[in-house]
């Protein structure tokens, strides 16, 4: 307790952190939140939100989104376990948790409001979000399922994808190059004219990672268009395509050969959108698929696999929301979505291409349905007090029907303060993989369920040059889907329950034009060991922009990390010190450098793959 006690007066003394961004939309209200399906600003949302614009996503120059979400958003944690690449199945990295829930599938990773995630396997799929396709990155914290429904149970990270907004053409190129042979390099276009707007972006990375057979290799390519009816009626149109192929090592005391990976992720979507003064909501149709192509492997010594794992899945849906502003301080939204998914899953014979059952018991295609009606009602009653009420019906094919509400309060202390209180449902259907996929598998499983209660705090002060903000939470899950061992043999079952408590701290300060402080800290007490969970996250960061020159800088520390959930494993905790210089040589060429864990600090996020120590990248950025 005395390491957390030093912690939280350290974010508390630093008038500064996890984002300006992010503080700012949720206390005040300046920004437009799409994430909560009201492009209105957040003053009286009663959920906890955070924010992270484009300029804090690029300040380190990182293709990946992750990393700077784990340092910016307290309460949210992404495990790692190199240099570039998350990669899937066995011994992949990338889980995300939000105050100690998500991992599987209880974590909802949007774009521009439509879920991404396998259709089979139904977690997100990390290494396809990417910085360039970022506007912004609303993350939700706690319960979602009103608006979003299964997987929405830990929270939502919804990533806004870029446009130009004036007229004109705008090309962006950066490349760059450091550590383990690790190159990376992009091309972003913005073009509007008149009513017509696009972006097109493509990006390459590779690295060879810090250890033996565990290289990494990406294309990503994305595409935007939009169209300007009126100036209350637009549409938009996006795809992306992800390609991308990792090897995982296995760990330090359990090596693996050929445990390779290849995966293709591609999504597509269109929308149409309207904003009055009375009304706004929108019309969106959007198709996920994947192609994952999997070899196991085999340990030193052994025999290669003559199978290889393969499977396609989908996911398919259509959300119609529209917001009403029926009278003074009103905000009423009717929603309803409808989704299907799943896919196709086998082995296939390495010599003779053949399609192999996964066993004798197991089937070969799988999908599920689910349709959703919702209603969210937020209310001025006095100046002083705003209130929310929401409920959800969902009904899944097979799952049946379930009833999801929320509520809660905002308090408008004064001009700038505001105290909000929260209660919300969170509930996660099992997924494909968990009901008929592999040796642990049981078709007879339920829902799992969580009630968060939530109590926060925010303040703006000295001007908005400076904004605080707390929040206090405790959640109980029951129902878990959990594997133990039945009869000589894993099975899943729902026997797991959780109860989660803690407390989340964050500051910005701009004390002047050309300097940012930032710093967040969030404590999570645990009933139970979880994995990717740390009990203490504290970031320190700064940014200083005096001219043509720039400094961006950050502290990280991780108390008590289990990388296992084994009962005696020891705890990790590490402070990580990472910083981005760079220089505007010209109007239109910035040359920067990188460093990452410049401390050379040894640590683990996954038990048995040590990360790497201190890594750095240099390169350049050319605008035009």
Same mark, same amino acid.
């Given at each position: 307790?005395?390491?957390?006690?030093?912690?939280?007066?350290?974010?508390?003394?630093?008038?500064?952190?996890?984002?300006?961004?992010?503080?700012?939309?949720?206390?005040?209200?300046?920004?437009?939140?799409?994430?909560?399906?009201?492009?209105?600003?957040?003053?009286?949302?009663?959920?906890?939100?955070?924010?992270?614009?484009?300029?804090?996503?690029?300040?380190?120059?990182?293709?990946?989104?992750?990393?700077?979400?784990?340092?910016?958003?307290?309460?949210?944690?992404?495990?790692?376990?190199?240099?570039?690449?998350?990669?899937?199945?066995?011994?992949?990295?990338?889980?995300?948790?939000?105050? #100690?829930?998500?991992?599987?599938?209880?974590?909802?990773?949007?774009?521009?409001?439509?879920?991404?995630?396998?259709?089979?396997?139904?977690?997100?799929?990390?290494?396809?979000?990417?910085?360039?396709?970022?506007?912004?990155?609303?993350?939700?914290? #706690?319960?979602?399922?009103?608006?979003?429904?299964?997987?929405?149970?830990?929270?939502?990270?919804?990533?806004?994808?870029?446009?130009?907004?004036?007229?004109?053409?705008?090309?962006?190129?950066?490349?760059?190059?450091?550590?383990?042979?690790?190159?990376?390099?992009?091309?972003?276009?913005?073009?509007?004219? #008149?009513?017509?707007?696009?972006?097109?972006?493509?990006?390459?990375?590779?690295?060879?990672?810090?250890?033996?057979?565990?290289?990494?290799?990406?294309?990503?390519?994305?595409?935007?268009?939009?169209?300007?009816?009126?100036?209350?009626?637009?549409? @938009?149109?996006?795809?992306?395509?992800?390609?991308?192929?990792?090897?995982?090592?296995?760990?330090?005391?359990?090596?693996?050969?050929?445990?390779?990976?290849?995966?293709?992720?591609?999504?597509?979507?269109?929308?149409?959108?309207?904003?009055?003064?009375?009304?706004?909501?929108?019309?969106?149709?959007?198709?996920?698929?994947?192609?994952?192509?999997?070899?196991?492997?085999?340990?030193?010594?052994?025999?290669?696999?003559?199978?290889?794992?393969?499977?396609?899945?989908?996911?398919?849906?259509?959300?119609?929301?529209?917001?009403?502003?029926?009278?003074?301080?009103?905000?009423?939204?009717?929603?309803?979505?409808?989704?299907?998914?799943?896919?196709?899953?086998?082995?296939?014979?390495?010599?003779?291409?053949?399609?192999?059952?996964?066993?004798?018991?197991?089937?070969?295609?799988?999908?599920?349905?689910?349709?959703?009606?919702?209603?969210?009602?937020?209310?001025?009653?006095?100046?002083?007090?705003?209130?929310?009420?929401?409920?959800?019906?969902?009904?899944?094919?097979?799952?049946?029907?379930?009833?999801?509400?929320?509520?809660?309060?905002?308090?408008?202390?004064?001009?700038?303060?505001?105290?909000?209180?929260?209660?919300?449902?969170?509930?996660?259907?099992?997924?494909?993989?968990?009901?008929?996929?592999?040796?642990?598998?049981?078709?007879?499983?339920?829902?799992?369920?969580?009630?968060?209660?939530?109590?926060?705090?925010?303040?703006?002060?000295?001007?908005?040059?400076?904004?605080?903000?707390?929040?206090?939470?405790?959640?109980?899950?029951?129902?878990?889907?959990?594997?133990?061992?039945?009869?000589?043999?894993?099975?899943?079952?729902?026997?797991?329950?959780?109860?989660?408590?803690?407390?989340?701290?964050?500051?910005?300060?701009?004390?002047?034009?050309?300097?940012?402080?930032?710093?967040?800290?969030?404590?999570?007490?645990?009933?139970?060991?979880?994995?990717?969970?740390?009990?203490?996250?504290?970031?320190?960061?700064?940014?200083?922009?005096?001219?043509?020159?720039?400094?961006?800088?950050?502290?990280?520390?991780?108390?008590?990390?289990? @990388?296992?959930?084994?009962?005696?494993?020891?705890?990790?905790?590490?402070?990580?010190?990472?910083?981005?210089?760079?220089?505007?040589?010209?109007?239109?060429?910035?040359?920067?450098?990188?460093?990452?864990?410049?401390?050379?600090?040894?640590?683990?996020?996954?038990?048995?793959?040590?990360?790497?120590?201190?890594?750095?990248?240099?390169?350049?950025?050319?605008?035009?």
């Amino acid at each position: 307790m005395r390491e957390a006690f030093v912690l939280v007066l350290a974010a508390v003394a630093v008038a500064g952190v996890a984002q300006p961004d992010s503080i700012r939309s949720t206390s005040l209200g300046e920004a437009v939140v799409t994430g909560t399906r009201a492009a209105d600003g957040a003053y009286d949302l009663p959920m906890t939100l955070s924010v992270v614009g484009r300029d804090r996503l690029t300040a380190d120059f990182r293709p990946s989104l992750l990393p700077t979400l784990t340092e910016q958003v307290p309460g949210l944690f992404v495990s790692s376990r190199g240099l570039m690449g998350y990669g899937v199945s066995t011994g992949a990295a990338g889980t995300m948790k939000v105050r #100690g829930v998500g991992g599987m599938a209880s974590l909802l990773v949007l774009v521009d409001g439509q879920a991404q995630y396998a259709g089979l396997m139904g977690h997100p799929v990390p290494d396809a979000y990417q910085t360039l396709l970022a506007e912004r990155v609303e993350v939700l914290r #706690g319960p979602a399922s009103v608006l979003y429904g299964s997987n929405a149970m830990g929270g939502v990270v919804n990533i806004v994808t870029r446009q130009r907004p004036a007229d004109g053409l705008h090309h962006d190129i950066h490349a760059q190059g450091g550590s383990y042979g690790t190159v990376e390099a992009g091309l972003t276009s913005r073009l509007r004219r #008149g009513n017509f707007s696009g972006t097109a972006a493509y990006n390459f990375g590779r690295s060879d990672n810090h250890r033996p057979d565990m290289g990494f290799l990406q294309h990503t390519g994305f595409v935007k268009l939009g169209y300007d009816f009126s100036e209350h009626w637009t549409a @938009t149109g996006n795809a992306s395509l992800t390609y991308f192929k990792s090897s995982n090592p296995g760990s330090v005391a359990a090596p693996l050969l050929d445990n390779d990976q290849e995966v293709t992720r591609g999504m597509a979507a269109l929308a149409l959108t309207n904003r009055y003064t009375t009304a706004d909501g929108a019309l969106r149709v959007y198709y996920n698929w994947g192609h994952h192509h999997i070899n196991d492997g085999y340990t030193p010594g052994g025999t290669p696999r003559s199978v290889r794992y393969e499977h396609n899945d989908l996911v398919a849906g259509v959300s119609l929301y529209e917001t009403f502003r029926l009278f003074p301080g009103n905000h009423t939204t009717l929603g309803a979505d409808y989704q299907h998914f799943g896919g196709k899953a086998f082995n296939r014979n390495v010599a003779t291409r053949e399609e192999i059952p996964l066993s004798a018991t197991d089937g070969t295609d799988f999908s599920e349905d689910e349709v959703a009606g919702y209603i969210d009602v937020r209310q001025r009653v006095a100046p002083w007090l705003t209130l929310n009420a929401g409920l959800r019906a969902d009904y899944h094919s097979r799952a049946g029907l379930e009833w999801v509400p929320q509520g809660g309060a905002t308090f408008h202390l004064y001009k700038e303060a505001e105290v909000r209180l929260m209660v919300s449902k969170g509930f996660r259907n099992p997924t494909i993989r968990e009901l008929y996929l592999f040796r642990p598998k049981n078709a007879d499983l339920d829902p799992e369920r969580l009630m968060n209660y939530e109590l926060s705090y925010r303040q703006a002060f000295l001007g908005g040059r400076v904004h605080v903000g707390a929040n206090l939470f405790y959640l109980k899950a029951e129902n878990l889907i959990s594997t133990t061992m039945r009869e000589g043999r894993p099975q899943n079952i729902n026997t797991g329950r959780l109860e989660n408590s803690g407390l989340e701290l964050e500051a910005d300060y701009t004390p002047c034009r050309i300097l940012r402080l930032n710093t967040n800290y969030s404590l999570l007490h645990m009933s139970r060991v979880q994995e990717a969970a740390p009990e203490h996250k504290f970031y320190l960061g700064a940014s200083l922009t005096p001219g043509r020159f720039a400094l961006n800088t950050g502290l990280q520390y991780v108390g008590r990390l289990h @990388t296992t959930t084994a009962a005696d494993a020891p705890t990790e905790r590490f402070l990580l010190w990472n910083a981005t210089v760079s220089y505007r040589l010209l109007n239109t060429l910035t040359l920067f450098a990188h460093g990452e864990n410049l401390l050379a600090q040894r640590y683990e996020v996954l038990a048995g793959y040590p990360m790497p120590r201190a890594t750095v990248m240099a390169g350049l950025r050319l605008t035009l």
